[in-house]
Nanobody, 126 residues
Framework: QVSLVESGGGSVQAGDSLRLSCAAS????????MGWFRQPPGKERELVAV????????YYGDSVKGRFTISRDSAKNAVILQMNSLKPEDTAVYYC???????????????????WGQGTQVTVSS
């Protein structure tokens, strides 16, 4: 049984930073992809950032490139999302996701991920 536990959401002002963490239990992240998607109100879930293993290559959504950074904490079996220069349009529920067998062409597709966290709210006010 795989469990993903997210932490670090909250309410901030535009331009501020937040750090999200997602720890996995029940499985060590050695293959596949693990990272973050988000779902703004009334919109579809979209890729924020994921790390693909082996190799630790990272993939970002176009709207967050240059502002967000994803990294891996192997000691905690976790991924960390550092979000800088936050904008009101970053407001969403952020979900952690993991899939051990996902192929590269599917890495941006939410429905291709097997495991999800419960979600954490990020609200950015102007």
């Amino acid at each position: 049984q795989v469990s993903l536990v997210e932490s670090g959401g909250g309410s901030v002002q535009a331009g501020d930073s937040l750090r999200l963490s997602c720890a996995a239990s029940g499985r060590v992240f050695r293959t596949g992809a693990m990272g973050w998607f988000r779902q703004p109100p009334g919109k579809e879930r979209e890729l924020v950032a994921v790390i693909r293993r082996p190799g630790d290559r990272t993939y970002y959504g176009d709207s967050v490139k240059g502002r967000f950074t994803i990294s891996r904490d192997s000691a905690k079996n976790a991924v960390i999302l550092q979000m800088n220069s936050l904008k009101p349009e970053d407001t969403a529920v952020y979900y952690c996701a993991l899939d051990e067998r996902i192929i590269l062409s599917s890495i941006r597709i939410p429905s291709e991920y097997d495991y999800w966290g419960q979600g954490t709210q990020v609200t950015v006010s102007s």
